[in-house]
């Protein structure tokens, strides 16, 4: 059973900064590009950042610059460490694993989800 299990969410105000990270099981993470997709209030679900199992990373224009993505294979774990956050970056950030089908910006090519962890950015 594949499990994704987000952490590192909360509370920070604007400029500051937070790490997320996502603990993958039952899966063999190391042939998985994962992805972080993020969902704020009233919004779809939108493309953050992903991360080829080889280590190639990719972002979303909106955060680009000022997030990293990277991975330790040898854990299971992707992270996303996200810097100068803004109040539009709130949102419940999901960590997935891509499945394949279409491109890695689109959440519906993203077969495993996590449950979300909540990133709140005050003004």
């Known amino acids: 059973q594949v499990q994704l299990v987000e952490s590192g969410g909360g509370l920070v105000q604007a400029g500051g900064s937070l790490r997320l990270s996502c603990a993958a099981s039952?899966?063999?993470?190391?042939?998985?590009?994962m992805g972080w997709f993020r969902q704020g209030p009233g919004k779809e679900r939108e493309f953050v950042a992903a991360?080829?199992?080889?280590?190639?990373?990719y972002y979303a224009d909106s955060v680009k610059g000022r997030s990293t993505i990277s991975r330790y294979n040898a854990e299971n774990t992707v992270y996303l460490q996200m810097n100068s956050l803004k109040p539009e970056d709130t949102a419940v950030y999901y960590c997935?694993?891509?499945?394949?089908?279409?491109?890695?910006?689109?959440?519906?090519?993203?077969?495993?989800w996590g449950q979300g962890t909540q990133v709140t950015v005050s003004s």
């Open positions: 991360i080829s199992g080889s280590g190639n990373g």
């Open positions: 997935a694993a891509y499945s394949g089908y279409t491109g890695i910006r689109y959440y519906t090519g993203y077969k495993y």
């Open positions: 039952g899966l063999t993470f190391s042939f998985y590009t």
